[in-house]
């Protein structure tokens, strides 16, 4: 199960696909968390997302009644959040409890990332990568620590084994820093990234790329085959890229009306352009490619 539980953000990143920033206001209650937490069990995994997760102020209790409930829990960061007051006691707080950290670094250098992400970014998110290897994390099994990257444009990712690759010679060799895995993930052209498309006039040759790079082996690891969406308000999707477009499951529609799992599968996925992000090439998923 993914939950997006704040559309809030430190950051205004140029591939947002969710447009998430400081001018949004959306968060996920303590009583939608309830029945997050109260269907856990019938999964295994558990997914923190975003916006920054972390300024919703029920962030923890979510994470600490998931253990309780036995899943695995990972979260997604933008590691600059963590550097910000009232934040800065997180790294300590999620090794404690063997929180998988799923971290954005668009790229290894400066000023390709702070292009993307904003000015200053890379060296907290450096400065966060060595404090979180210090605590163990990319340097031990119980704490794992992936790396996201997005193309810088209006391209496909690199081949994600031979990227990864590069990413730890680069980020070892200049930084001192190690990681777990490197998921590598194409830009969904909705949100942010599609208002960039639109304005380079790329939009169309864009989708052109997808369609014509469209990999049928991707398609037995499409997320939305395997897991569930929740929306801030309970809503419930196949995945997180079809949030921001409204495409939300027919029924039941919100996750307080699930009562048991039977009910969410089989279904009927929902489709639109944008999915060819998710077969194009490599394939691409919230956990990097699929084929």
Known sequence: MQVNI?????????????????????????ETMKHVIRLLPNFKILDITGGAPEMNNNYRWLIDNAINSGVHVMTRSNLVIMNESGYQDLPEFLAERGVEIVCSLPFYSENDCDRQRGSGTF????????????????????????????????FLPPNQSSLEREYKARLKSEHNIEFTNLFAITNNPIG?????????????????????????EALPGMMCRFQISVGCDGRLYDCDFNQPLGLAIDEPDNISKVNNISQLTPRKIKFADHCYACVAGNGSSCGGTTA
């Open 123 to 154: 060296k907290i998110i450096i400065s966060m990568l060595k404090k979180l290897n210090a605590l163990g994390y990319g340097l031990s099994e119980k704490l794992p620590l992936d790396l996201v990257y997005n193309p810088g444009g209006a």
């Open 192 to 216: 942010r990234f599609r208002e960039f498309l639109d304005r380079s006039g790329n939009y169309d040759k864009y989708m052109k790329r997808l369609f014509d790079s469209f990999n049928p």
């Open 6 to 30: 704040t559309s809030k953000c430190n950051l205004f990143c140029k591939h947002c696909h969710i447009n998430a920033g400081l001018n949004r206001h959306e968060e996920m209650s303590l």
